[in-house]
């Protein structure tokens, strides 16, 4: 695959207050890298200004967006509603995903993955033109097989890993007739790092990064970019989902060379 067609799909911090000032900001200092940017859905469980009006705000900015949408916040009727929401405002790409625990409350048990694809291709259907074609995107782990009931969805997202052999030799084993972006993640610090690695133990920071990040607070920049250009040279992958969390600046004059 040339560097040409390789895409890097730059992740939004989200809003957590009734102003996208900071969105913008991000959009406009990533733009120069970025092929598109992915808009998280409530992001680590707490609440954030939706993913849909945010995606239509990028697009406003003359960028594409992705709208992440979880299971865990809403049933059967309030995902129909968002994705009627998405029609009138023009959004067509998405990522579904499970979503992480609450921080309060419970999660909801009407949606998964699985059913959000299926009811998102049988919205697709019932309003034809009107609706518009979707891109609909899931996540996958890279340690296993990809179920195939995901083979229905039209792009790939694979979690973060810190390993690119690891990840291409996954890769090397799964059949996806879509476009396949490796997860990548730029720890901003040690603290983040090791509270990472606690919540969620299947993306756990090396111990040399961590140790790393405690003299270099770099450490986790520098890292993420030499993932980017390693999992573009390796061909296997048509693009990276980049986490840069709050190091958006530095990481879009890095990668701008590329």
């Known amino acids: 695959m040339s560097g040409r067609d390789f895409k890097i799909v730059c992740e939004v911090e989200p809003a957590t207050r009734p102003d996208l000032m900071h969105v913008r900001h991000q959009i406009g200092s990533m733009s120069r890298v970025a092929s598109s940017f992915l808009i998280p859905d409530n992001h680590i469980g707490r609440a954030t200004v939706s993913s849909i009006a945010v995606a239509h705000e990028v697009a ?26 998405a029609a009138a405002y023009g959004v067509r790409q998405f990522l579904f995903v499970y ?40 996540s996958a782990r890279p340690d296993g097989p ?3 009931w995901k083979h229905d969805a039209d792009a790939l997202f694979v979690q973060v890993s810190f390993s690119v052999p690891e990840l291409v030799a996954w890769r090397e084993h799964v059949d996806f007739p879509g476009p396949v972006y490796a997860g990548v993640m730029a720890p901003p610090s040690a603290t983040m790092a090791r509270k990472l690695s606690a919540d969620i133990p299947q ?26 250009s390693d999992v573009r040279d390796s061909g296997a992958f048509d693009g990276v989902h980049l986490i840069p969390v709050s190091r ?11």
């Open 203 to 228: 993306l756990a920071v090396p111990a040399e990064l961590i140790d790393a990040l405690e003299s270099d607070r770099d450490a986790g920049l520098d890292f993420a970019c030499r993932m980017v």
């Open 60 to 85: 406003l900015m003359g960028g594409d967006a992705i709208a992440c949408l979880n299971a865990r916040d809403r049933n059967v009727l309030g995902f129909r509603r968002d994705l009627l929401t």
């Open 146 to 148: 990809v179920p195939g």
């Open 99 to 138: 979503g992480d625990r609450p921080e309060t409350g419970k999660r909801s048990d009407d949606l998964t993955v699985r059913s959000m694809l299926a009811e998102a291709r049988r919205f697709e259907q019932s309003l034809g033109s009107v609706a518009g074609a979707l891109s609909l995107g899931v």
């Open 248 to 258: 958006y600046r530095e990481i879009a004059a890095r990668l701008d060379p590329m």
